[in-house]
């Protein structure tokens, strides 16, 4: 019983407050290590996309370019001038997509990186103050010991005339950075900590349906009495709710089935499970509102108010 | 027993279609601020920017002791959310950032850092003078200092006619800007590195600091036995000071963090550390810059300018440039009113 009423009075272990300046208490959620993670993998993905993807272009316009003066018996001598042009290029595009990709981005109104955006994350100031220019350069600067750094030591084996043991030892040491977010309540990675930031979740949802205005909630044959409402809690009817709105016809009846025999509804003929729990769900949800209204909150079936 | 009343409207329902049309609109005017500068906006719209997202915060505060409807407290949790960010989010425009970035934040960090920034420089300055001292007693310390690839023949067994040539030799590239990109991100990469560092406590910033410094002592060591120390320091210090001082001021900004989260004084670990790395990064953001102008003064301007006097005139406008605008404290304008 205890498990139940956790779920619903205290705050999950990834909720934080964010009280705004107005009082009101925003309840954000941070974002999981696996949200982060697969965020970040997104972007790194982007990242090496783009950087092979414009070495190929390069390389077929080259080669391209040679077919042709070949052809046309042109003697083309830039060659060696576009080789170098493209070296500056690709140099200093790698060196501000590597520390300005995330910078960037979460400088933007959205604060997010497209893999953030993608997996529903955005970061914010921990006080849920402004996200300032220099909190991000800090928060993204330290990702090379998060992450360049482990790497550096994986290639140090690769390399393979760096003693094992050293390049063992080495990453042992940074693998403490990179997964730090697994060690401390708030999933804060190195960067975090030293920016004053963190990662929460911003999800875009749209606003669902009202679903007590549908026709069959309000259709008159269904009347149930008191007791028959009396049976469950606000748990049980956002439960409905989810099963409802995610119209899952086999789940439907599980549970149309379920309340029937519990509050003891005997079915018409042809009604369906779908406007039975329509016009349960609505008539729930008046009644357990009616009573909030006086304050009381009955938070589920085992709630004795 | 009576039947429960289905024809009343919910109050909930109700609640929600008298304020749906509010909230779609600042869910609308929240999408178009994402996607375009606060420019574009008309009056009208800002100004109901706030006023949307008091009325909503408040069907926020209204509806969780009011409705069950999950999808909806959700739904107004999230828009809120979004509203918050942007409403007290908002950032002043880049130019004026920009602005005081220079005019302020990055001298008054390099100020508040002076410290680190001199245990950095002292650092720095012990390996030069050890590698220096080494290379006096046993010229094979050299290698020790400065690994093979990157001596490109610069060792003790090469001539004194070839080391000079190093120094007026217009390098291996055709296009000066191309060895200066090059510098500029591989410089600036370690600087950013050395920074990261620091968060180990400082260690491996210290370590890094001592070691640049070494390389560059077993060179003016190396140079110095063979009479060419003075057209040495010329082609080092025309860069040099640039680079070298980004690069103390890089170990400084680690320094910082690392302090911070070992000692962090009278305000939590957490706060400490944040507002210590917030003035670490302004920084930082300084010696990229900085590393850039070094870059530039290596790849381009050591190539061309091969007189020493020239190169020690341009070294010393430098360090009296960086020294002033860093450390010389000028009059405080009025501050602004952010509006």
């Known amino acids: ?305 | 027993m009576s039947p429960a009343p289905f024809t009343t409207e919910l109050k909930s329902a109700r609640f929600r279609r008298e304020r749906e049309e509010d909230w779609r609109r600042l869910e609308g005017l929240l999408k178009r601020l994402e996607t375009q500068p606060v420019s574009k906006l008309s009056d009208e719209d800002l100004i109901a920017l706030p006023v949307l997202y008091r009325a909503t915060l408040s069907a926020l505060s209204v509806a969780r002791e009011t409705t069950l409807d999950k999808a909806l407290l959700d739904y107004l949790e999230g828009l809120c959310t979004r509203a918050y960010f942007v409403v007290y989010g908002a950032r002043p425009r880049l130019s004026r950032r920009l602005t005081r970035f220079f005019a302020n934040d990055w001298p008054a960090a390099a100020r508040a850092l002076w410290r680190e920034t001199a245990l950095a420089s002292l650092l720095f300055a012990l390996g030069g003078g050890i590698a220096f001292w080494l290379y006096g007693r046993d010229p094979d310390w050299f290698y020790a200092f400065i690994p093979g690839g990157m001596a490109q023949g610069r060792d003790p067994s090469a001539t004194t006619e070839s080391l000079r040539k190093v120094l007026y030799d217009s390098g291996p590239h055709d296009i000066l800007a191309i060895f200066a990109t090059f510098l500029f991100t591989h410089n600036a990469q370690i600087a950013i590195f050395a920074f990261a560092l620091g968060f180990a406590f400082g260690a491996p910033t210290a370590l890094l600091m001592v070691t640049n410094g070494c390389g560059l002592g077993a060179l003016l060591a190396l140079y110095a036995a063979h009479g060419l120390g003075f057209q040495l320091g010329g082609w080092l210090a025309i860069h040099g000071v640039t680079e070298i001082f980004a690069t103390c001021l890089a170990g400084a900004a680690g320094f910082h963090i690392g302090w911070t989260l070992a000692f962090p004084g009278e305000k939590t670990r957490p706060e400490a550390l944040a507002a210590a790395g917030r003035r670490a990064a302004t920084l930082m953001a300084g010696v990229v810059l900085m590393l850039a102008v070094a870059g530039v003064l290596e790849g381009i301007g050591r190539q061309l300018i091969t007189n020493d006097l020239a190169r020690y005139g341009i070294a010393l406008t430098s360090a009296i440039v960086w020294g002033y605008y860093l450390y010389v404290p000028r009059r405080r304008r009025e501050p602004r009113v952010a509006i």
């Open chain 1, 1 to 305: 019983m205890t498990d139940y009423t956790r779920h619903l009075d205290q705050p999950s272990d990834a909720q934080r407050q964010l009280i705004t300046p107005e009082g009101v208490d925003l309840r954000i959620n941070l974002g999981s290590a696996s949200q982060r993670a697969s965020a970040f993998l997104i972007d790194a993905a982007m990242i090496i996309g783009i950087m092979v993807g414009v070495t190929l272009v390069y390389a077929l316009a080259i080669n391209g370019l040679r077919a042709a003066g070949h052809a046309l018996n042109i003697k083309w001598d830039g060659e060696d001038l576009a080789r170098e042009l493209f070296e500056m290029f690709w140099l200093l595009g790698f060196f501000i997509l590597r520390n300005g990709w995330f910078l960037g981005f979460e400088l933007g109104p959205r604060a997010a990186t497209p893999g953030k955006r993608i997996v529903g994350l955005q970061v914010a100031m921990r006080n849920g103050g402004r996200l300032s220019a220099d909190a991000l350069i800090a928060r993204n600067a330290m990702r090379e010991i998060e992450v360049f750094l482990p790497l550096t030591f994986l290639l140090y084996n690769a390399a393979a005339n760096v003693d094992g043991w050293i390049v063992l030892l080495g990453l042992l040491w940074s693998g403490i950075f990179a997964l730090f977010p697994l060690f401390n309540r708030d999933r804060l990675r190195v960067g975090d900590l030293v920016a004053g930031t963190f990662v929460v979740q911003a999800p875009r949802r749209r606003l669902a349906t009202e679903l007590t205005e549908r026709r069959s909630a309000m259709a008159p044959a269904f009347a149930f009495s008191p007791d028959q409402l009396d049976v469950y809690g606000v748990k049980e009817l956002q439960v409905l709710e989810d099963v409802l709105r995610r119209n899952a016809l086999a789940a439907q009846r599980v549970v149309a089935d379920r309340i029937r025999s519990k509050i003891g509804w005997t079915p018409r003929t042809g009604e369906s499970d779908g406007d039975f729990l329509d016009a349960y769900y609505a008539a729930l949800r008046t009644r357990l509102e009616s009573r909030l209204l006086l304050g009381k909150r009955r938070r589920d079936k085992h709630d004795t108010i």
